[in-house]
């Protein structure tokens, strides 16, 4: 059964702290890994990453996809209150078009 | 561009009624996925169209129902209404088969 799990479930952080979210995948024929973050509202997309594109860097946050341990982290440095929200991670695994596997997420929360 | 725009917003029905909500992907974007968000399970694929074609399908039964028409407008129905069936509805746009873009959701819940 294809899944993907999240950890840890919820974090809670100082501003100006760094954090680190994981992300394990087991799902046939992966074709690509994405990260949104979601707050009162609908998922906004952050990252895609795919074999051939195993790091991806955008401000303050980074992600790296490890396709031998079938992984990922998102990393966010020097957190701010607006970075509180859960964070989801969704993997690709089809052949033949968009079908999307979820993790539960983790809910960040940053505190001033 | 415009986003993705579902509708209803919300929804309120009770049980064993049917109920249908609507998406309209970005403009340009041919993929339209679905997907049911409840706290319990997060977020949980339903089925994905392509050029009106359903090209994925996700393990809900079949009273979860979608379509796609020819300007990429995408509907789904859902029969037979449970309580079970209280959740975010979201619509995802993408171009092909690539990052998807979501829309605010319909939240619908079942009495």
């Known amino acids: 059964e294809d899944k993907v799990v999240q950890s840890p479930l919820s974090l809670v952080v100082h501003e100006g702290d760094t954090v680190t979210l994981n992300c394990s995948y087991e799902?046939?024929?992966?074709?690509?890994l994405l990260w949104y973050k979601q707050e009162k509202k609908a998922p906004t997309f952050l990252f895609m990453l795919?074999?051939?594109?195993i790091e991806k860097k955008s401000g303050r946050l980074s992600s790296i996809l490890d396709k031998k341990e079938l992984s990922s982290i998102l990393n966010i440095t020097a957190t701010q209150t607006g970075d509180s929200a859960i964070y989801l991670c969704?993997?690709?695994?089809?052949?033949?078009?968009?079908?999307?596997?979820f993790g539960t997420g983790t809910s960040l929360t940053v505190i001033p | 561009k415009a986003g993705v725009t579902q509708t209803p917003r919300y929804l309120i029905k009770t049980r064993g009624q049917q109920v249908t909500l609507s998406c309209s992907p970005i403009s340009g974007h041919r993929s339209v996925s679905w997907y049911q968000q409840t706290p319990g399970q997060g977020l949980q694929f339903l089925f994905e169209y392509f050029s009106e074609t359903q090209r994925n399908k996700g393990n809900f039964p079949g009273r979860f129902s979608g379509r796609q028409f020819s300007n990429s407008r995408s509907e789904m129905n859902v029969s037979t209404l449970e309580l079970g069936d209280s959740a975010l509805y979201l619509c995802?746009?993408?171009?092909?088969?690539?990052?998807?873009?979501f829309g605010p959701g319909t939240r619908l819940l079942v009495l």
């Open positions: 969704a993997v690709g695994g089809s052949n033949t078009g968009n079908q999307f596997y």
């Open positions: 799902v046939t024929n992966f074709r690509s």
């Open positions: 795919t074999s051939s594109g």
């Open positions: 995802a746009s993408s171009p092909g088969w690539e990052t998807q873009y």
